[in-house]
C-alpha cells in the first residue's frame, strides 16, 4: 500500500490535535491528490468526525468559514486549513448546492460525495492512502474519472464540469471515456454564479494548457455567459501566464472586449482588456512614437493587453515593440517631465497656464523623448 511522510507539520498537527481529543481526523483531498503528484498543494482539507463547534471549542484561532456545510477554517504557515465534518449530501435541485446536507456519517461517505476519483482520497495516522474509489490508479494513469456515474454527478453540481476540464488542463490528465461522454450530454441552463465559472475559467486559463478553456466553449458550458462563442484557443499558450495576459489573448480570440466583467472578474483586468480590444480595434500603434502616445493616452495595461491581444492572433510585433519602447523609458506622464509643475510656478506661470504648459511640454516630449531635458524644455517654453 502507497504511504505518504511528508505531511506539513500544521495539516499533521491539526489531525493530531482532533485524535487526542477523541475524534478521528483525516487529511483528504486536493492536498492529498497534490502530495502524491509531488505538487504543492494551496490549501488543505482535514475531514473529521468533530462537529463544526467542537473543531472551533479545539483550536482558539479557527473562522467558521463554512458552518452550515460543517467548514472551519485554521489559518497556518502551510495555508489555510479547512476542517470539515464528515457529511452526506442529498438532492441536488438546483444544479449546484445539495438540498441537505447530513453529519453523523463516517469517512467513506464523505470520500463517496467528492468528485473525482483522484479528489476522494485519505490519509491514515500511519500515512497510508485510504483509497476506495481507485484514486491511486487513476493518478497513475492520469485519468480523471467521476466518484460514481458521472451522468448523476455532473447533474448534481454543474461546477463539476468546468472543474473537470479545469484539472485536465492544470495536471495534464486525460478525461476518461465516461467523462467526454457525460460533458457531451450536459445541458447548460443550470443558473451557476458567474463568479464561481470565471473563477474556474481562469485557473485553466493560469494553466500550462489553457487551450482547454476551447472545450467549455465546445461542449457549450459557457453559453449561458456567452452564447455560441467558439475559438480556436491553441495561441494562448504563447502568452504569459498571468492573469491579463490570458484574458486579454481570450477576450480578442472570442472578439469579446467584456468578457472579464461577464465573468466577474477584477476591474484590474476587466478595464484594460476593454479598452485594450477598443485600441486594437482602432488600430494598434506602429512604431516607438505612437506607442509612447497610446501609453499617455491609454495607460499601460491597456496597452499591454492590447498587445497581448494581437500575439493571441499571431502577431508577436506589437508586443517586441511595446517592450523596447519601454525599456528605454520614456516620459510618459507630466510628472516625469524633467521641469516641474513647481518650477513652472517659480517662472511666473500660474494655474491653468501651468497646466496648459505641462501637456504642450509633454506632447513634444512624447513626438522627442531625447528633449526632455531641463535646458531644452527651458528654451522650448522660451520660443
Ligand atoms: P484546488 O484547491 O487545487 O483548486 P481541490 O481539489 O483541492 O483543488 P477544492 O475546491 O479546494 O479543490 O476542494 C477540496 C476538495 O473538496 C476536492 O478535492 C474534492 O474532494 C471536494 N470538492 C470540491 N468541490 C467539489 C464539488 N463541486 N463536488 C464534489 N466535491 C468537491
Ligand atoms: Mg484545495
Excluded at 505518504?4 to 495539516?11: A, E, G, R, W
Excluded at 499558450?237 to 466577474?264: F, I, K, N, Y
Excluded at 485600441?279 to 497610446?294: T, V
Excluded at 506589437?318 to 516625469?336: D, G, M, N, Y
Aim: aromatic share 6%; proline share 8%; glycine share 8%.
Amino acid at each position: 500500500m502507497r504511504k505518504i511522510s511528508s505531511l506539513p507539520s500544521p495539516v499533521a498537527a491539526c489531525c493530531a490535535a482532533l485524535r487526542r481529543a477523541g475524534f478521528s481526523a483525516y487529511p483528504v483531498g486536493g492536498g492529498v491528490r497534490d502530495l502524491l503528484l509531488g505538487r504543492t498543494p494551496e490549501d488543505w482539507d482535514v475531514a473529521t468526525s468533530a462537529s463544526p463547534r467542537q473543531v472551533m471549542a479545539l483550536f482558539p484561532h479557527a473562522v467558521p468559514t463554512g458552518l452550515p456545510h460543517g467548514t472551519v477554517t485554521l489559518p497556518t504557515d502551510s495555508g489555510p486549513i479547512e476542517v470539515t465534518t464528515f457529511r452526506r449530501e442529498g438532492g441536488y435541485s438546483d444544479g449546484r448546492h445539495p438540498d441537505q446536507v447530513s453529519f453523523g456519517v463516517g469517512l467513506e461517505e464523505d470520500l463517496a460525495r467528492r468528485d473525482f476519483t483522484i479528489n476522494a482520497m485519505a490519509l491514515s495516522p500511519d500515512g497510508a492512502v485510504i483509497d476506495p474509489w481507485g484514486g491511486l490508479k487513476d493518478l497513475e494513469a492520469g485519468v480523471l474519472r467521476c466518484v460514481g456515474d458521472p451522468v448523476k454527478r455532473f447533474s448534481e453540481d454543474r461546477l463539476r464540469l468546468f472543474r473537470v476540464l479545469r484539472f485536465a488542463a492544470q495536471l495534464g490528465f486525460a478525461l476518461d471515456a465516461s467523462v467526454t461522454d457525460a460533458l457531451a450530454h450536459a445541458s447548460s441552463s443550470a443558473p451557476l454564479a458567474a463568479e464561481r465559472v470565471g473563477s474556474e475559467v481562469e485557473k485553466t486559463l493560469l494553466s500550462p494548457r489553457p487551450a482547454w478553456v476551447g472545450e467549455m466553449l465546445r461542449y457549450g458550458l459557457l453559453s449561458p455567459w456567452l452564447g455560441a462563442a467558439r475559438a480556436d484557443t491553441a495561441p494562448l499558450a504563447s502568452l504569459h501566464a498571468r492573469p491579463l495576459p490570458r484574458w486579454a489573448g481570450l477576450a480578442a480570440l472570442l472578439d469579446d472586449r467584456a468578457l472579464p466583467e461577464t465573468l466577474r472578474r477584477p476591474q484590474a483586468v476587466a478595464r484594460p482588456v476593454a479598452a485594450g480590444l477598443e485600441l486594437l480595434h482602432n488600430g494598434l500603434p506602429e512604431d516607438a512614437r505612437q506607442w509612447r502616445h497610446a501609453l499617455a493616452t491609454y495607460g499601460l495595461d491597456c496597452c499591454r493587453a492590447a498587445a497581448y491581444m494581437a500575439m493571441a492572433m499571431g502577431d508577436m510585433e506589437p508586443e517586441r515593440r511595446l517592450v523596447s519602447t519601454l525599456a528605454a523609458r520614456p516620459c510618459l506622464t507630466v510628472k516625469q517631465l524633467a521641469l516641474s509643475g513647481g518650477e513652472l510656478a517659480a517662472l511666473g506661470l500660474s494655474g491653468p497656464a501651468i497646466g496648459a504648459t505641462q501637456t504642450r511640454l509633454l506632447t513634444h516630449v512624447l513626438d522627442r523623448p531625447e528633449d526632455n531635458r531641463r535646458e531644452t524644455l527651458l528654451e522650448l517654453l522660451g520660443r
